[in-house]
């Protein structure tokens, strides 16, 4: 295991300073040149995507080819960003009743970037590919776990042609997370992590009167009406909660079945769940690989007992897979019902409850049944039909036959406590800048 030195406080205020320094002359750049940087990023991550994957999944044990995924998905939003963002940031005309007058887009300065482990490439790109493209600098607080990753990043992006405080990562505990956003060389704020992270780190930037965009957990609900496709819906719920070891944000975590459909779903959802490969992550077999720290395994052993202990049926697992690494058995449980823990918590590994609604509507019910508010998938041979009940549903995203995933082109982020703000797309390059209007009359 490789150990890293981290930054003191002083250096810490030190690297924020210096990015402060940076960020006119880098927002001083024509929109062309800052592209350049993250074209030539691009490029170096594909080079170097088996060097980079294997690195994520030696920290945080993600399975090796989800890994390689992670890090092209990284090189697009790079260049798609570099090819939208002037567009994007376009100042536009709004005729009053002056001679000229309308809104600019400028850069807010330095973004602080707290980052969690479990896409640690891609939570970290998707917030800098547009932070950077609109003006702004970047100072990088990832997750503990994720040393390695982190230095990889500022490395690449410097040998992309940003000079020194575009991008910069700070190696500091989670402690040290409140004296950053404090710093009066830090202008805004963007989080991705738990709801408990996304409560401390908005309350310390309201304090500071700072933007915020917080992205945070989720409970997401797949949706499964009977007229659906039982087959494709089974295959990609499997999918679905299982992707990234099941330690994603918005891996489905609560599967709701109209009843006429739930023998037929759950044999299919079972019988797949049973023959996922466990293993090895670097192994390009293995589908799914061990969590990422051991109390992990805990919490969610904890979580299954609880659920069982309250009158859910166990399908298929519901044990921790002895021998080294933290690995828990893909599980299955049948008969979850509001009120136990599988579908009031959020759960962060490969534990799947399946919870029976009555009709369609009793399943958009259930669905909306949580405080947290991100994504949600519904599955209906009737694409009208579930565009309408789409609409119900209370999340920042609803795919219908589709699994929830995030995607340059569109907004991404949820409401309730899975936060608020936005990332990606148009909107996502929008939320911290300063839209600044400007009025002329002529003399």
Not at 270 to 281: E, S
Request: proline residues 5%; hydrophobic residues 50%; aromatic residues 6%.
């Amino acid at each position: 295991m490789q150990e890293y030195a981290g930054h003191s406080p002083a250096d810490a205020a030190a690297c924020l300073d210096r990015a402060a320094a940076a960020q006119p002359a880098w927002a001083a750049l024509p929109f062309a040149a800052r592209a350049a940087v993250l074209t030539r990023a691009a490029a170096l991550l594909r080079e170097r995507t088996g060097a980079l994957a294997r690195l994520a999944t030696i920290e945080m044990g993600k399975p090796i080819a989800q890994a390689e995924g992670e890090v092209e998905k990284c090189a697009w939003v790079c260049e798609w960003y570099a090819e939208h963002a002037e567009r994007l940031l376009a100042p536009e005309s709004v005729a009053t009743d002056a001679t000229r007058s309308g809104t600019r887009c400028e850069p807010l300065g330095v973004l602080l970037a707290i980052m969690p482990w479990n896409f640690p490439f891609w939570q970290v790109f998707r917030a800098a590919a547009p932070a950077l493209m609109a003006g702004n600098v970047v100072a990088l607080k990832h997750a503990s776990n994720v040393p390695g990753v982190a230095l990889a990043i500022e490395s690449l992006l410097r040998e992309a042609g940003a000079h020194e405080g575009v991008f910069a990562t700070l190696l500091v505990p989670a402690s040290g997370a409140a004296a950053l956003i404090a710093h009066d060389a830090v202008a805004a704020v963007t989080l991705t992590g738990s709801e408990a992270a996304g409560r401390q780190v908005g309350g310390t930037a309201g304090a500071a009167l700072k933007k915020v965009v917080l992205e945070l957990g989720g409970s997401d609900p797949f949706v499964v009406l009977a007229d659906a496709d039982m087959d494709e819906a089974a295959a990609v719920a499997v999918t679905a909660r299982v992707q990234n070891n099941g330690q994603s944000c918005i891996a489905a975590k609560r599967f709701i079945v109209e009843a006429p459909a739930a023998e037929a779903f759950t044999r299919a959802f079972v019988a797949r769940t049973r023959a996922l490969v466990v293993g090895d992550p670097l192994n390009r077999a293995t589908q799914v690989g061990p969590l990422a720290r051991p109390e992990f395994v805990d919490d969610l052993d904890d979580q299954v007992q609880r659920t069982l202990a309250a009158g859910a049926t166990l399908l298929a697992g519901g044990h921790r897979i002895e021998g080294p690494g933290w690995y828990y058995a893909p599980t299955v449980l049948g008969g979850v019902t509001p009120g136990m823990a599988a579908f009031d918590e959020e759960t962060f590994g490969p534990l799947a409850p399946v919870t029976i609604a009555r009709d369609a509507a009793d399943a958009v019910r259930l669905a909306n049944l949580t405080r947290y508010g991100l994504g949600a998938s519904l599955w209906t041979r009737d694409a009208t039909k579930g565009e309408a009940l789409a609409r119900e549903i209370r999340a920042g995203a609803v795919f219908v036959n589709g699994m929830v995933k995030s995607d340059p082109r569109l907004p991404f982020g949820g409401i309730k406590a899975s936060g608020h703000g936005r990332e990606l797309a148009g909107t996502g390059i929008r939320e911290f800048v300063n839209l600044k209007t400007v009025w002329v009359r002529e003399g």
